[in-house]
């Protein structure tokens, strides 16, 4: 059972495009540079392509209390290594937190190679053409700077089409297992839903818990949507920045009060009231961001065939996981 204490922290989980572009930012900050062969002027027009990604993934950063990268990643500075406070760093001088993380890892190096099978599965010619146009759009070194998004490991190894895929499930899967929010952005919560829907009309079996985001549509209802301050970072020592400021921490709290009673059907209003009440020192204070806040559901395996009849070997058709749903917000 999660304590009441870590309930009133927003700890958020980055996915997709918002995961690669924050840890983009993290590994250019940290001095590291695209690798030797990567055009650097494309690596430019390539950051300012993702300006507006880094505008909704800096804002969330900002108002949140905690960032946490899939176990064996790390975008926030080290407390040993590195100077800075970005993110709740790691208690290193804790063991059972250390046990914790070696846990995790383990545990999702188990799960990496079911996330690539259900990837593999789902990608062969049976992507909407918007999912498939977003993966295309990130099949490039230039997208890519340094070692701290998820999977990357495997980018060597894997078409990226695949490794994006499993790295969206795994991300999902964390934040669900930590009660962490998942943040997308709208091209993300379109690829996931579209892989759910592959999997219930192929009826095929989960491997672990993914979420069913096919109606967590467009924004459209205020029940479920809102304006968000755009905090506009320019870069993430300016997001460190706007975490210290008390008004700020004010505004993170009420935008986080929305996302929690999600269910209630009050995300317009409080976010509504929450934006005319901002303070002086929110930067601009000009909400162009639709937030949409949800609790979804998590696909189980009722019902659930092996592909084409063929054997089970995993025997994943007869896994179970807990009803528990999954904070999840979309950014537009």
Sequence with gaps: ????????????????????????????????EPDDNVDLELVEERRAADARYFELAGTLAALSDEIVPLPYV???PDPVRDEGTLGTPVRVTDPEAFMQRLRAIFHFDQVTEEALDVARVCVLGRLAAASNDVLNAIDTKEAWIGHYHALRHLHNDDGRAETYLAGLLMQALWAWETAAVLVLAECDRFILADLGAILVKNRWPRPFAIPDLRYMGPPHDEKICGPLVNLRPADLPTVEAFRQEPSVRAYATSVFDAIRNAEAGHVGITLEKAYRSVGPGVPDGRADITLVAASVNMFSNAGTVTPGGQPDPDDWSNRRFPARKLRAIVLV
């Design 1 to 32: 059972m999660t304590d009441r204490a870590e309930e009133s922290i927003m700890k958020i989980v980055f996915g997709g495009q918002l995961d690669r572009v924050f840890a983009n930012e993290f590994a250019i900050s940290m001095g590291l």
């Design 74 to 76: 790390r975008y926030a």
